[in-house]
């Protein structure tokens, strides 16, 4: 398996502010995910991060709002830009291991809670 | 991927079994079922999944109906911990791609 950590697990923001949110993992993994969940609903697919080149964005979902960086097979962050109430969020990490060791399921961070005030 | 069908939400009594279906009929051949579940305030946690064939583990079974256009998840001794939400999952394969998850079943054991 894989350990996810998130940071930060949790913030307050003001409105037209940005976060940066960290995921990291304890081994090299071959695609890495991040996802949103807004208060009550289901995960959505925000964007699959990918190593050395620009991150590949689900409908809906643009460069600008949410630039994503992977410098390495290990670690990746998602930032959120100019911030409304409406990005409040559970923001979370994932990663594939893309059937090393005969492992095919995907691996979630804790996530990182974030409110827009 | 194939879109799943889930009731809103289910109990089950602590120590029984909790039996989730899902329905998935439009799945295709090279589709697999997958099924996660969200314990409150953390991340989504991988349970099982399967092709065609039945399938174990330690933490449940699942059975994939002849025609695949049907499965359920089976917890066979439910506790207080395995109060969550259950998604029901169809992936293109089984590793490196994308999960869409649907609304999902609020299970919840009752003592």
């Known amino acids: 398996s894989a350990v996810i950590s998130q940071k930060p697990s949790r913030d307050i923001c003001q409105r037209g502010t940005s976060l940066t949110i960290q995921c990291q993992v304890d081994?090299?993994?071959?695609?890495m995910f991040w996802y949103r969940q807004q208060p009550g609903q289901s995960l959505t697919l925000i964007a699959t991060?990918?190593?050395?080149?620009?991150?590949?964005?689900e409908s809906g979902f643009v460069i600008d709002k949410f630039p994503i960086s992977r410098p390495n097979l290990t670690f990746s962050t998602l930032t959120v830009s100019n911030m409304s109430p409406e990005d409040s969020s559970i923001y979370l990490c994932?990663?594939?291991?893309?059937?090393?060791?005969?492992?095919?399921?995907?691996?979630f961070g804790p996530g990182t809670r974030l409110t827009v005030l | 991927d194939a879109k799943t069908t889930q009731p809103p939400s289910m109990d089950c009594a602590e120590g029984r079994a909790a039996n989730l279906p899902c329905n998935h009929s439009?799945?295709?051949?090279?589709?697999?079922v997958y099924w996660y579940r969200q314990i409150h305030s953390q991340g989504p946690q991988y349970i099982i999944h399967?092709?065609?064939n039945n399938e174990t583990n330690e933490m449940a079974s699942l059975i994939i109906t002849e025609d695949r256009k049907s499965s359920t998840l089976i917890l066979p001794h439910a506790t207080l911990r395995d109060t969550a939400v259950y998604y029901c999952?169809?992936?293109?394969?089984?590793?490196?791609?994308?999960?869409?998850f649907g609304e999902g079943t609020q299970l919840t054991v009752n003592p």
């Open positions: 081994s090299q993994v071959t695609m």
């Open positions: 999952i169809v992936r293109r394969e089984t590793s490196g791609s994308r999960l869409t």
């Open positions: 439009t799945i295709s051949g090279n589709e697999y």
């Open positions: 994932s990663v594939d291991m893309g059937g090393l060791a005969g492992i095919h399921e995907q691996f």
């Open positions: 991060a990918n190593q050395g080149s620009e991150a590949t964005y």
């Open positions: 399967g092709l065609k």
